[in-house]
């Protein structure tokens, strides 16, 4: 399975932007979550979502900004970020799992995506 992430870039503080991450293949995959980094810390949990049964799951302080979505037929997620912090600014990954239900914690997952940059200006 691949994972294709996309939509990142340079934005301002305020701004909205939506990543999206699309699997090559649906088959295998029961899970979806995105993940966050910023150079020497480790991948912080955003927000996930199980395939079957569409429950979304958070980062306690991802709360409110922070919307994920699927969209079934094209194997996609979205991450939709509302009201960007500088603090928002990362490399952020998409990653699957093909067995059991999402989890925060990113070595239990077995697909990444290749990661997107996001650039929150002040």
């Known amino acids: 399975v691949q994972l294709q992430a996309s939509g990142g870039g340079l934005v301002q503080a305020g701004d909205s932007l939506r990543l999206s991450c699309t699997a090559s293949?649906?088959?295998?995959?029961?899970?979806m979550a995105w993940f966050r980094q910023v150079p020497g810390k480790d991948r912080q949990f955003v927000a996930a979502v199980d395939w079957n049964d569409e429950t979304f799951y958070y980062a306690d302080s991802m709360k409110g900004r922070f919307t994920i979505s699927r969209v079934h037929v094209k194997n996609t997620v979205h991450l939709e970020i509302n009201s960007l912090e500088t603090e928002d600014t990362a490399v952020y990954y998409c990653a699957a799992r093909r067995v059991g239900t999402a989890t925060t914690t990113a070595n239990t997952y077995d697909y990444w995506g290749q990661g997107t940059l996001v650039t929150v200006s002040s």
């Open positions: 293949e649906r088959k295998f995959v029961l899970a």
